[in-house]
């Protein structure tokens, strides 16, 4: 069983940075693709970015393009959101997940997510 937990949420302002933190439990965490994504209240969860086992690859969704950077610190077992120039629709909770395989697509991670962490950005 792989085990996931977010950190790094908070109360933030508009055009400010938060760093959320993801803790893999397993030391097979390298062999696993990484996401994150975010649900807002009454919407469905959506992706936000992708990184592959290895760190050579990674996606944004485009409306965080520019402002968000996805990071894999396998030694730590740890993927990373490094969001800058936050605005209020970003506000959500982000959960990060774990699959074998790699996608944009939120229905296709099916195997391991986190129990979220709330970000919320002030106007």
């Known amino acids: 069983q792989v085990q996931l937990g977010e950190s790094g949420g908070g109360l933030v302002q508009a055009g400010g940075s938060l760093r959320l933190s993801c803790a893999v439990s397993?030391?097979?965490?390298?062999?696993?693709?990484m996401g994150w994504f975010r649900q807002a209240p009454g919407k469905e969860r959506d992706f936000v970015a992708a990184?592959?086992?290895?760190?050579?690859?990674?996606d944004y969704a485009d409306s965080v393009k520019g402002r968000f950077t996805i990071s894999r610190d396998n030694a730590k077992r740890t993927v990373y959101l490094q969001m800058n120039s936050l605005k209020p629709e970003d506000t959500a909770v982000y959960y990060c997940?774990?699959?074998?395989?790699?996608?944009?697509?939120?229905?296709?991670?099916?195997?391991?997510w986190g129990q979220g962490t709330q970000v919320t950005v002030s106007s």
């Open positions: 397993r030391r097979t965490f390298v062999s696993y693709n």
């Open positions: 997940a774990a699959s074998s395989s790699y996608s944009t697509v939120v229905a296709r991670w099916k195997d391991y």
């Open positions: 990184i592959n086992w290895n760190g050579g690859r990674a």
